[in-house]
């Protein structure tokens, strides 16, 4: 399994533009999820989705937006971006079946954005 | 979701065991403690959580206290590799099965040769 993969791994942009954060995971879990950490920060959730069709806002959802139109991939929006989203962005995934439905969720790599 | 308190940074030396204490007085019946850890600038990796007994696997062993208002995280033999940021999490469970985590600053661990 390749578990959480992430694409870019960098990204600049400049203000105004837009642009896809791509996250897929290829372990058939339900629930995926965008975090965003800035520097000395922990990190922050943006949206969530605990299955195809079904998303919600997190603590910081303003300037993204979401979908997941299948199992495997959720993809994250910045429909105008701005200095302000500078940050890394964090896929997640995890499993809402199985014998405990609150064991442990896997991280991708990361995507290291920078807003001009 | 309870407000979680850490140091902001230890160190340990090397083989020595490292405890990484945590307080969640606010924490409710049915919240359960997570810790996660952040190596450098790589993903979250998930360490191990609990409700009210302490919990062991291969990577640490977690105690929490009779009244749930603190726990510690304990590497029983730190290595090098186990340098970096600790995460101690309080979350309970929402609709679907669901749960959210919310990340704070947590603790720098440095394992010192």
């Known amino acids: 399994n390749a578990g959480v993969t992430q694409t870019p791994k960098f990204q600049v942009l400049k203000t105004g533009q837009s642009m896809t954060l791509q996250c897929a995971q290829d372990?058939?879990?339900?629930?995926m999820s965008w975090y965003r950490q800035d520097p000395g920060m922990g990190l922050r959730l943006i949206h969530y989705?605990?299955?195809?069709?079904?998303?919600d806002q997190g603590e910081v959802p303003n300037g993204y937006n979401v979908s997941r139109s299948t199992t495997e991939d959720f993809p994250l929006r910045l429909l105008s971006a701005a200095p302000s989203q500078t940050s890394v962005y964090f896929c997640?995934?995890?499993?809402?079946?199985?014998?405990?439905?609150?064991?442990?969720?896997?991280f991708g790599p990361g995507t290291r954005l920078t807003v001009l | 979701d309870a407000k979680t308190t850490q140091p902001t940074s230890m160190d340990c030396a090397e083989g020595r065991a490292a405890n990484l204490p945590c307080n969640h007085s606010?924490?409710?019946?049915?919240?359960?403690v997570y810790w996660y850890r952040q190596i450098h600038s790589q993903g979250p990796q998930y360490i191990i959580h609990?409700?009210?007994n302490n919990e062991t696997n291969e990577m640490a062993s977690l105690i929490i206290t009779e009244d749930r208002k603190s726990s510690t995280l304990i590497l029983p033999h730190a290595t090098l590799r186990d340098t970096a940021v600790y995460y101690c999490?309080?979350?309970?469970?929402?609709?679907?099965?669901?749960?959210?985590?919310?990340f704070g600053k947590g603790t720098k661990l440095s394992v010192i040769p």
């Open positions: 999490i309080v979350s309970r469970p929402t609709g679907a099965g669901s749960y959210q985590l919310t």
């Open positions: 997640a995934s995890r499993s809402l079946a199985g014998p405990s439905r609150m064991d442990e969720q896997f």
């Open positions: 609990g409700l009210k």
């Open positions: 989705s605990v299955g195809a069709g079904i998303t």
């Open positions: 372990m058939n879990h339900e629930y």
């Open positions: 606010t924490i409710s019946g049915n919240e359960y």
